[in-house]
C-alpha cells in the first residue's frame, strides 16, 4: 500500500467531518435564532448534505439505508411542516441539491436487486420537496406548485441520466477487466497445451515404451537423457508462460519470451522424429520460413505441433507421419501432417486435453485461413492454410506491370 495514500486517507475523513461541521452551523446557526417552525426544514437540509457528503459504508449502515433514512427524514418534514416559508426556502436549493446527487450515486452504485426501490424513493423525496412549502400555504395556487414540480423534473432526469450512464460506464469496465481475464487465461491455456502438454506427452510416450523393452543400460541412459531435455524444454515452456503472468510493474524487467514459427519446424520436427517409432517424412520449402506475419508464423508451428502431439496420444501404432509445407495459390501457404495410425494405444491413456484443434481452427479462420482434420486412406490428415502476405518487391513490379 501507498504510505502517502495511507497517510492522507485520516486527513481525508477529517475534512468530511469538517465540511459537515460547516454545514451544521451554516443551518442551524441560522435556525437557531429565526422562528422556531424553520428549525426542522434546517435539520433536513443538514442531514441530506451530510448524507451525500460523507463516504459509505460507515461502520454497519450501508448506502443505500443511508439515502433510505434520509428521504424518511425529508418525507416526515413535508408531511409535518406547517409554518409559512419565510428563511426556511433558503435552504431549499441546498437540500434539493443534496438529494439529486444522492439519487444519481444510488442509481451508479447500488445494487440491481435494490435500485429501483431506492432510487424511487430518493426521486420521489426530490419532487415532493418543493411542495413542502406550497401544499399547506392557502396563498399559493395550485398551479404554482406544478410549475414548481415541473422546474424539479429537469435535475431531477439529469441526476437520473448521469446514474445510469456511470453505472453503464462501470459495467463496461468490469465487462472489459473480466474479458481481458478470460482472454489472458485461454492464453495461458493454449500455451500450456501447445508446448508443455507436447513435451509431457512425449515423457509418457517414451516411458510406457521402456515398460514393455528389455533392460538395456546403454539404451536407458539415452532415454534419460531425452526425458531430461523434454522436461527442461516443458519447463521453458511454464516459465514463459509464467512471465506472461507477472505483475505489470515488474514486466519490464522481464526478457520477451521466444515466439516460434515456420523456421522452427524442422528442430520441432527432428525431436519427434527421434522419440517416434514411426518413420518421420519432413519436406519444407526452402522459402516459406519469413513469409507469414507474426502471429500467423506462431500458429502455423502451432498447427504442426498440436499435430504430431496427437499423433503421440492417439495413433501410437503409426509407421509413417507425413509433414509438410508448400506455398499453394492465393497465395498462400500449406501445411499438412498425415500419419498411417491405426490399432489400439496403450493402456494408461490420458483423459482430458487443453484447447486443442477445436480452438486452432479459430485462430485461422480468424487469420483468414482454413483448417480441416478428418480420416484419409490409412490414417488420419490435419491440413490447414494460411494466407501469405505479398512481399513489397512483388507487389511494386505487379503494379508497374
Known amino acids: 500500500m501507498d504510505r502517502r495514500g495511507a497517510a492522507a486517507r485520516p486527513r481525508f475523513w477529517r475534512r468530511r467531518g469538517l465540511w459537515c461541521t460547516v454545514a451544521a452551523v451554516f443551518f442551524l446557526g441560522p435556525a437557531s435564532v429565526g422562528p422556531a417552525g424553520v428549525v426542522p426544514a434546517a435539520v433536513s437540509a443538514l442531514v441530506a448534505v451530510c448524507v451525500a457528503i460523507w463516504r459509505w459504508p460507515s461502520g454497519r449502515v450501508g448506502f443505500p439505508a443511508a439515502v433510505a433514512a434520509c428521504s424518511a427524514v425529508s418525507l416526515l418534514v413535508d408531511t ?19 438529494l439529486l446527487v444522492l439519487l444519481g450515486r444510488v442509481i451508479r452504485v447500488v445494487p440491481s436487486n435494490r435500485v429501483v426501490a431506492v432510487a424511487t424513493l430518493a426521486g420521489l423525496t426530490a419532487l415532493a420537496l418543493p411542495l413542502r412549502f406550497t401544499a399547506r400555504n392557502p396563498s399559493v395556487e395550485w398551479d404554482d406548485s406544478v410549475i414548481l414540480l415541473a422546474l424539479v423534473v429537469f435535475p431531477l432526469a439529469y441526476a437520473i441520466g448521469v446514474g445510469a450512464y456511470l453505472r453503464s460506464l462501470d459495467a463496461r469496465r468490469v465487462n472489459a477487466v473480466s474479458d481481458a481475464r478470460r482472454e489472458q487465461r485461454l492464453e495461458v491455456a493454449r500455451d500450456l497445451h501447445d508446448f508443455v502438454a507436447h513435451e509431457v506427452t512425449g515423457i509418457v510416450v517414451e516411458v510406457q515404451a521402456a515398460q514393455f523393452a528389455q533392460y538395456d543400460e546403454r539404451e536407458a541412459r539415452a532415454l534419460f537423457a531425452r526425458v531430461e531435455e523434454a522436461g527442461l524444454r516443458a519447463l521453458e515452456s511454464m516459465d514463459r508462460t509464467l512471465q506472461a503472468l507477472r505483475d505489470p510493474a515488474s514486466a519490464q524487467d522481464a526478457r520477451p519470451a521466444r515466439l516460434y514459427g515456420v523456421g522452427d519446424l524442422p528442430e520441432l520436427v527432428d525431436r519427434f522424429a527421434a522419440n517416434a517409432a514411426a518413420r518421420v517424412e519432413f519436406a519444407m520449402d526452402e522459402a516459406a520460413p519469413g513469409r507469414l506475419d507474426r502471429e500467423a508464423d506462431a500458429t502455423a508451428y502451432t498447427l504442426v505441433l498440436e499435430a504430431l502431439t496427437n499423433v503421440r496420444r492417439h495413433a501410437p501404432a503409426a509407421t509413417k507421419v507425413a509433414v509438410s509445407v508448400a506455398f499453394a495459390d492465393g497465395p498462400a501457404l500449406e501445411l499438412s501432417v498425415v500419419d ?28 483468414g485461413g482454413t483448417l480441416c482434420t478428418g480420416p484419409v486412406r490409412t490414417g488420419w490428415g490435419v491440413r490447414g492454410s494460411l494466407p501469405v502476405p505479398e512481399q513489397p518487391g512483388n507487389r511494386g513490379r505487379r503494379l508497374s506491370g
Open 340 to 367: 498411417d495410425g491405426g490399432g489400439r494405444g496403450p493402456k494408461l491413456a490420458r483423459t482430458g486435453g487443453g484447447t486443442g484443434l477445436a480452438g486452432l481452427r479459430d485462430r485461422f479462420e480468424t487469420l
Open 80 to 98: 409535518c411542516y406547517v409554518d409559512t416559508p419565510t428563511m426556511a426556502v433558503l435552504w431549499l436549493p441546498f437540500e434539493l441539491a443534496a
